[in-house]
T-cell receptor, first 111, second 112 residues
């Protein structure tokens, strides 16, 4: 069955450093992959979408890579700030079929 | 443009009762999805509606049901509530396939 894994449930980093979050999937061939941010008690907020034919996508301090051979996406936040502390969720998808979220990684950026 | 609106925001129900939650999607969006979120299970997909038809369904018992109206507003219903149904229920809307989902603030359901 399809499985989505995100690296360690929680990740602590120092302010100013680059945070790298991992999303691995198995038994699945997504056409694209999305990343969301969720703050406690609130709904997820869309951040970035990367398609299978794109190697890398950037938006301000965010960068996402997508390796369909490794079945992996990496999500980077450069120059991290305490305000970046949240849970980050990945969603490998295939044109709306079974929009399943990964378990999430809780990022804490320490001042 | 107004976002996704979920009502009510908070709800307390007794075991055995039933509950109906409402979701108004972003204007023009025809797809509405529902999710259950608990601390131990993360975001679990319940079902997705598109143009009044259920298009996808997650692995939940038949006590969980939903519908979508012609104006794309959606409701989900949970019958015979159990303590384990206590969760944050989130609704998301999207315009077409292959686009991002916009989430509401959620309904916090507590079953006592």
């Amino acid at each position: 069955s399809q499985k989505i894994e995100q690296n360690s449930e929680a990740l602590n980093i120092q302010e100013g450093k680059t945070a790298t979050l991992t999303c691995n999937y198995t038994n699945y061939s997504p056409a694209y992959l999305q990343w969301y941010r969720q703050d406690p008690g609130r709904g997820p907020v869309f951040l970035l979408l990367i398609r299978e034919n794109e190697k890398e996508k950037r938006k301000e301090r965010l960068k996402v890579t997508f390796d369909t051979t490794l079945k992996q996406s990496l999500f980077h936040i450069t120059a991290s700030q305490p305000a970046d502390s949240a849970t980050y969720l990945c969603v490998p998808d295939n044109y709306g079929q079974n929009f399943v979220f990964g378990p999430g990684t809780r990022l804490s950026v320490l001042p | 443009k107004a976002g996704v609106t979920q009502t009510p925001r908070y709800l307390i129900k007794t075991r055995g009762q039933q509950v109906t939650l409402s979701c108004s999607p972003i204007s023009g969006h025809r797809s509405v999805s529902w999710y259950q979120q608990t601390p131990g299970q993360g975001l679990q997909f319940l079902f997705e509606y598109f143009s009044e038809t259920q298009r996808n369904k997650g692995n939940f018992p038949g006590r969980f049901s939903g519908r979508q109206f012609s104006n794309s507003r959606s409701e989900m219903n949970v019958s015979t509530l159990e303590l384990g149904d206590s969760a944050l229920y989130l609704c998301a809307s999207s315009g077409t396939l292959n686009t991002e989902a916009f989430f509401g603030q959620g309904t916090r359901l507590t079953v006592v």
